[in-house]
C-alpha cells in the first residue's frame, strides 16, 4: 500500500469480525510503531497487548467510565492495545526542569504520533483499529497490573473489520492552511 493511500483510506473501525490476531502480526506493526518519531529521540512508547478475554472484560466493564459504547467495541474486537507512556523523560531536561513550555504535555505529543503510526502499520496489516480516550486511567493500570514508572496514554481496539466505513467529510485544504 503507498503511504498516501494508506493516510486517506485508514479509518476508524468500531465493529469487528471473530477472527483473532496474531502475534507475528502485531508485533509487526509494533517493529513499524517503534520507529515513530519521539522528543529527543527518548522512545517512550509502550504496548501492552490485552488478549486475555477475561482482562478484556475487566476493562471494559470497569475501566471506561461507564462508557458502553467503548465497552463495546472492547468486547468485540480481537484484541485491546494499551498505550502506555515512560513517565517524567519527555520534556524535561535531566535535572528535572521542562525543556518548553508544554511542560509533561509534550509526552501526549509523543503517545499521539505513537498511536498514528500504529493504526497506520495495522490498517497496512488489513487490520482495523479505533483510538478510545475515555477511560479509567488508574483502573486500566490498575487492571493490567501497570507500575508507576508508565502512564496509559490511549486505548486502541485491534481486529479485522467486520465493515468499511465511509470517509467521514472533510474540510477543504484551504480551511486548514494559512501562509504567512
Known sequence: MELIEGIKTR??????????VSRDTVEKIIDAARFAPT???????R???????????????EGVMGREHNAGIIRNSAALVVL??????????????FTTGKGNEWQMFDAGIAAQTFCLAAHNYGLGTVI????????????????????VSALIALGYPAQKPDAPKRLD??????FI
Open 173 to 178: 485544504v484551504a480551511e486548514f492552511v494559512s
Open 84 to 97: 502506555t507512556s515512560v513517565r517524567g523523560i519527555c520534556g524535561y531536561n535531566p535535572d528535572g526542569s
Open 132 to 151: 478510545m480516550g475515555i477511560f479509567d486511567e488508574r483502573e486500566v493500570a490498575r487492571v493490567i497490573g501497570l507500575d508507576e514508572s508508565r502512564v
Open 47 to 61: 504496548y501492552v497487548v490485552v488478549q486475555d478475554r477475561a482482562v478484556m472484560e475487566r476493562i471494559a466493564a
Open 11 to 20: 479509518r476508524s473501525v468500531r465493529k469487528f469480525t471473530d477472527e483473532s
Open 39 to 45: 522528543w529527543k529521540n527518548s522512545q517512550t512508547p
